[in-house]
């Protein structure tokens, strides 16, 4: 499949008369340049999730929540991956993989952080890393809007499963 579509691409380039080496290779340039602007954001956003983890703040809201959340119709042991959902993609993967290994897939409680996962976006890091590399300084309404949406979907979780 990917072959047909390289060929495909190859195919048209050749029929429009496009330089396609030299189109390739700016490409190159710009997928690099890319990567270099969007390092310092991706890195500092690492290290601010690694420093909420390890310092017990992660453990504080999970307390601080629980009760309000167990109100609402979302189980307790969802409550970490509700909270680094919005902060990394590989922090809740890994969270996600505890809930099934200890509850099950088939459970309530895997059910709904598997529809929590699905539901919601690793809002800051998608907006660190791309509005970081569009140099975007100033995100107004896009982090409020975003977090919104994560919350209303993470809450579906709870009432849908």
Known sequence: MLATF?????????????????????????????????????????????????????????ALFSPLLSWVGLPPETLP????????????????????DFYGPDSRIGMVACVMMGSSETVFYTCGVYLGAAGVKKSRHIIPCALIAWLFGSLAAGFLV
């Open 81 to 100: 991956l509700m909270l680094l959902r919005p902060l990394s993609g590989s922090a809740s993967l890994a969270m996600l993989k505890e809930i099934l």
């Open 6 to 62: 390289v060929l495909f691409c190859i195919g048209i380039g050749a029929f429009r008369r496009v330089a396609l080496y030299d189109a390739f290779l700016e490409g190159a340039k710009e997928g690099l340049q890319t990567a270099w602007n969007i390092l310092p954001p991706m890195l500092s956003m690492l290290c601010a999730i690694r420093a909420f983890s390890a310092c017990g703040l992660m453990d504080g809201l999970c």
